[in-house]
């Protein structure tokens, strides 16, 4: 059993930064890619990107793309998102997962997930 445990959310004023952070359980954490994804309130999830088991390959949403991160660190079974130049079309909660891809269906365990607010 994968546990994941997201922090680092809260609320922030609009063109600021927040870097959120996964933790995972086990000892395969450096076997897997890890995916982030965003849920708006009365919208669906959505992809915000993801990092392949070693780093090389990380793929990101047009609507991140050039003002967000993610990264990993294998050794401590944590993987980052670095948010900046926030604005209030940001605000949801976001989630990790362990999988690959842009679809939900290419992730088992998922994380219970972090509010990110952003205000004007």
């Known amino acids: 059993q994968v546990q994941l445990a997201e922090s680092g959310g809260g609320l922030v004023q609009a063109g600021g930064s927040l870097r959120l952070s996964c933790a995972a359980s086990?000892?395969?954490?450096?076997?897997?890619?890890m995916g982030w994804f965003r849920q708006a309130p009365g919208k669906e999830r959505v992809f915000v990107g993801c990092?392949?088991?070693?780093?090389?390959?990380?793929q990101y949403a047009d609507s991140v793309k050039g003002r967000f991160t993610i990264s990993r660190d294998n050794a401590k079974n944590t993987v980052y998102l670095q948010m900046n130049r926030l604005n209030v079309e940001d605000t949801a909660v976001y989630y990790c997962?362990?999988?690959?891809?842009?679809?939900?269906?290419?992730?088992?365990?998922w994380g219970q997930g972090t509010q990110v607010t952003v205000s004007s």
């Open positions: 997962a362990r999988g690959w891809g842009p679809a939900s269906a290419g992730y088992d365990y």
């Open positions: 086990g000892r395969t954490f450096s076997s897997y890619g």
């Open positions: 990092i392949s088991a070693r780093s090389q390959i990380i």
